[in-house]
């Protein structure tokens, strides 16, 4: 059955502050949205609030994943049920070795299928992710490193993404995964997410400032994001537009003052 | 040896108890602990290896090991000593056999080199009442094929256990010396002596753990001493007692002389610890390098003081020391305290101390991969004593500690 992701006028706070002003937006297994907007628009708080970040407080509207009610679960439970957050700022956490971490996301998701499962076999974890490594242009000696400890920013980025290759969700949020990128860097990444959309015909929601990446995965709906709200959607076009005309017609269109 | 303790009594009646006003026991307050109710372990009769944990003995007396120890309540309970270290001249016995068997060897070590009677109250009641513990010699140009093992295991915590390591010039060894007791209700002391002396050119790995019930008072005396291109690879592990109070000293006598201190901890609960560390440069060209790292939860305390001392011509030398702890509940305390003393000019010490929270972002980040938030937070903590855990160069060390450390986590 292919998964979707229901998003309902969903509201949300960061402490006091109301971000997220009621957004809708449906997308469904094998679809690519980009969403695009200027900083503060509240696109990164979207992210944070699907995956379920402490600190971002959904206040009204609801989400629904698989027919469930995603609002209403943990963290690793969103992720287990398929859906993954490529972080603009991924987390460094010192001292769990990228291999370590990896080899405990994939059995915390085996056991979540199946609660006798008693974890992937060595061997083939080694193989697996040699494999997704030579994919991204990963050195193999990442997986020996401290996870995202020292890291570069597209050591960051191609780690986020090997990652998604590996635990292989069903929806993908990617958030900014262009910024800080070299075009060669951003090929490759991109390479590695739409191999996942067309071998499994996994659902992306890519966060964006930029229209580049956009030229590498290639999206079928664009929304535009403006304090809080999706306040234009459309096909391909509407990027390309946005990359003509910039922000500042949408601001004037929909009264919306820009940020001091 | 029976002058030896009265004298070693003398001067335990001459020397008062510490109190907070001595400034070694400024944060560790004897005031809860019943010194007269505590006697010395008396040896009952029904003290057998059956009464020792089948994990235990299943782990040290190892096929690895080329030679294991194991003493109840201070009375040997089980030993062995491979032909191969036998015919290299290694001598490994319990303390009271290296008295009777080799008396000449610990009139001229046993608390003459390492630690003195006179440098504590600790020090001079062990000196009289010091009973059981192990005694490991290495002559000279002489590779132990194989590490040993010694578990001093006490029913009822009450234990003046003394261990003795000589290594003569040129030679190496890997000794495990691990100190446990079961749970028990009264309180109960452990006041122990260790004493590591490394020759020149001789290297020494030494790993101490320590795991006594809480009803368990610790007092102890460590010193390990290393001579000219000697190294010491010094361990200890802290997970057990009610309150654990060490003075650990590495001297590092003549040029080339190389030490390194891991320590690791995790209290929880009321435990109390204070370890008071010194890396002493006698010389110049020496190497110290210091890494304590522990956790603590509920109303748990740590204390580290430590010390790195040179003396004016102790030139070209290197200091380390470092401690960090990580606070997994806010009603735990833990004072850290490095200290440096530098008459010396041409040296780099540098020193570093750390108190932190678990990091929620990390949690998140983990958690976002579907990990649950448990054991998330297990592997933040495990990523914290990664580092350390490395140092350890005997895999068996590092895995029990390890296991521990999960296991405190719950």
């Known amino acids: 059955m292919s998964a979707a992701l229901e998003i309902k006028n969903l509201h949300a706070n960061v402490g006091e502050t109301h971000i997220l002003k009621g957004i809708d937006l449906l997308i469904k297994q094998g679809e690519v949205h980009a969403m695009m907007g200027p900083n503060g628009s509240g696109k990164s708080t979207l992210a944070y609030t699907l995956a379920g970040h402490p600190a971002y407080e959904p206040t009204a509207g609801q989400v629904i994943f698989n027919g469930e009610d995603l609002l209403e679960m943990e963290a690793d439970e969103r992720a287990r049920a398929g859906l993954f957050l490529a972080f603009q700022y991924p987390s460094a956490v010192p001292g769990v070795t990228l291999a370590k971490f990896l080899r405990q996301a994939i059995n915390s998701k085996r056991k979540g299928e199946n609660p006798e499962d008693a974890g992937i076999p060595i061997p083939m974890f080694r193989r697996v992710l040699k494999e997704k490594m030579d994919l991204l242009g990963i050195d193999h000696k990442f997986a020996g490193r401290y996870l995202n400890e020292g890291f570069s920013g597209g050591e960051k980025k191609r780690a986020e993404i090997l990652q998604m290759a590996t635990l292989e969700p069903k929806i993908a949020i990617m958030d900014e995964t262009d910024s800080g990128l070299d075009i060669d860097a951003l090929r490759v990444v991109s390479e590695g997410a739409n191999r996942l959309k067309e071998s499994y015909g996994m659902g992306m929601l890519v966060i964006t400032h930029y229209h580049r990446i956009l030229n590498y995965i290639k999206p079928d709906y664009v929304h535009i994001m403006l304090d809080g709200r999706i306040v234009e959607s459309g096909g391909p076009e509407l990027a390309l537009v946005m990359e003509e005309r910039g922000y500042d017609w949408i601001r004037e269109k929909h009264g919306v003052a820009e940020e001091a | ?410």
């Open chain 2, 1 to 410: 040896m029976l002058e030896f303790r009265l004298k070693a009594f003398d001067v335990y009646e001459s020397l008062p108890m510490p109190t907070t006003q001595d400034e070694a026991w400024r944060r560790t307050n004897l005031r809860r602990f019943k010194m007269d109710a505590v006697s010395p372990s008396i040896n009952g009769d029904a003290a057998t290896s059956a009464t020792l944990p089948a994990s235990l003995t299943e782990q040290f007396a190892a096929e690895t090991a080329g030679g294991h120890l194991v003493q109840v309540d201070g009375v040997t309970t089980s030993y062995a000593l491979s032909d191969e270290l036998k015919a290299q001249g290694v001598i490994f016995c319990d303390m009271s056999t290296a008295v009777s068997n080799h008396p000449d060897l610990v009139q001229k070590y046993f608390m003459t080199q390492g630690v003195k009677v006179d440098e504590g109250k600790f020090a001079a009641l062990h000196g009289a009442f010091w009973r059981g513990g192990t005694f490991l010699y290495v002559p000279k140009n002489v590779k132990a094929a194989a590490p040993v093992h010694s578990v001093l295991w006490s029913e009822n915590g009450r234990t003046f256990a003394h261990t003795l390591v000589v290594l003569e010039e040129g030679a190496e060894a890997d000794f495990l010396d691990f100190y446990a007791s079961n749970e028990g209700e009264d309180q109960a002391i452990h006041n122990g002596v260790i004493e590591l002396l490394v020759g020149d050119n001789a290297s020494l790995i030494y790993s101490g753990l320590q795991d006594f019930g809480t009803n368990v008072w610790q007092f102890n005396h460590e010193r390990g001493r290393v001579g000219r291109d000697g190294k010491l690879d010094w361990v200890t592990s802290w997970m057990g007692t009610r309150l654990s109070k060490a003075f650990q000293t590495l001297e590092l006598d003549k040029p080339g002389s190389w030490g390194r201190m891991s320590g690791v901890f995790f209290t929880n609960g009321r435990q109390h610890l204070d370890l008071d560390t010194q890396q002493n440069h006698n010389a110049g060209d020496t190497v110290s390098d210091l890494l304590y790292k522990g956790a603590l939860k509920e109303n748990s305390r740590i204390v580290w003081q430590g010390m790195i001392k040179a003396q004016k011509d102790s030139q070209k030398i290197d200091g380390f020391q470092a401690n960090r702890n990580l606070m997994l509940d806010k009603t735990a305390r833990a004072d850290s305290i490095p200290g440096l003393e530098i008459e010396a000019d041409d040296v780099a010490c540098t020193h570093a101390s750390t108190i932190g929270k678990m990091d929620q972002e990390e949690v998140f980040y983990l958690m976002a991969r579907g990990i649950p938030r448990n054991r998330a937070e297990q592997m933040v903590v495990e990523g914290f004593f990664d580092p350390l855990l490395r140092r350890i160069p005997v895999e068996g060390v590092r895995d029990r500690i390890f296991s521990r450390i999960l296991e405190k986590m719950g």
